[in-house]
Nanobody
Framework: QVQLVESGGGLVPAGGSLRLSCAAS????????MGWFRQAPGKDEEFVAA????????YYADSVKGRFTISRDNAKNTVYLQMSSLKPEDTAVYYC????????????????WGQGTQVTVSS
């Protein structure tokens, strides 16, 4: 069982940066692949990034590639999403999620979810 709590969201101007954190409870955090998803108003949930248990493999949606970086610190039971060159279309509620096994971009593959943190990018 894993409980996830996101933080770090807020209001930022276009072109700015923000770092999201997701703190996990449980002693087996290092066994989980971690993912970030987002949902904008009126839109479906969208895969953003994922990182395997060791941090050795990362995956990104095309829309964020080159601007966002996912990382993890297993000693701190935390996964991060560093967001740069933010655009108004990045505005959404961002969720972190966890699953055992490899990385997938489908939300249905993830078993555990946080409550989300709002990111708003002003133009």
């Amino acid at each position: 069982q894993v409980q996830l709590v996101e933080s770090g969201g807020g209001l930022v101007p276009a072109g700015g940066s923000l770092r999201l954190s997701c703190a996990a409870s449980g002693r087996t955090f290092s066994s989980y692949t971690m993912g970030w998803f987002r949902q904008a108003p009126g839109k479906d949930e969208e895969f953003v990034a994922a990182i395997t248990w060791s941090g050795g493999n990362t995956y990104y949606a095309d829309s964020v590639k080159g601007r966002f970086t996912i990382s993890r610190d297993n000693a701190k039971n935390t996964v991060y999403l560093q967001m740069s060159s933010l655009k108004p279309e990045d505005t959404a509620v961002y969720y972190c999620a966890a699953r055992m096994g490899g990385a997938y971009s489908s939300r249905y593959e993830y078993s555990y979810w946080g409550q989300g943190t709002q990111v708003t990018v002003s133009s």
